[in-house]
Nanobody
Framework: QVQLVESGGGLVQPGGSLRLSCAASGSIFSIYVMRWYRQAPGNQRELVAHISNGGSTVYADAVKGRFTISRDYAKNTVYLQMNSLKPEDTAVYYC???????????????WGQGTQVTVSS
């Protein structure tokens, strides 16, 4: 059993900042990648940022230069620092992790429950 728990969402004014956290717990042997997705009302879920086990990162064009993804490997936690927030960043943000629960396990993707980010004046 694996759980991903997100925190840090909320209401912020345009130009403000928020930091999201996602902690993975349970039966974890190794986490391959951790990602943040977001879904705005009426839109499909989209990838925001990705960080591999080696630390390489990928960002959606819409957030490049404003958002930073990072990992604390010891705590199985991923962060998303969001700066210069815009109203179009308003969405539910979901954490995703691909991991194995045993040395020879099959990789499986887990999702958090989501945290609301609202950017509005």
């Amino acid at each position: 059993q694996v759980q991903l728990v997100e925190s840090g969402g909320g209401l912020v004014q345009p130009g403000g900042s928020l930091r999201l956290s996602c902690a993975a717990s349970g039966s974890i042997f190794s986490i391959y990648v951790m990602r943040w997705y977001r879904q705005a009302p009426g839109n499909q879920r989209e990838l925001v940022a990705h960080i591999s086990n080696g630390g390489s990162t990928v960002y959606a064009d819409a957030v490049k230069g404003r958002f930073t993804i990072s990992r604390d490997y010891a705590k199985n936690t991923v962060y998303l620092q969001m700066n210069s927030l815009k109203p179009e960043d308003t969405a539910v943000y979901y954490c995703n992790a691909v991991l194995i629960s045993s040395p020879n396990g099959t990789p499986y993707a887990y999702w958090g429950q989501g945290t609301q980010v609202t950017v509005s004046s």
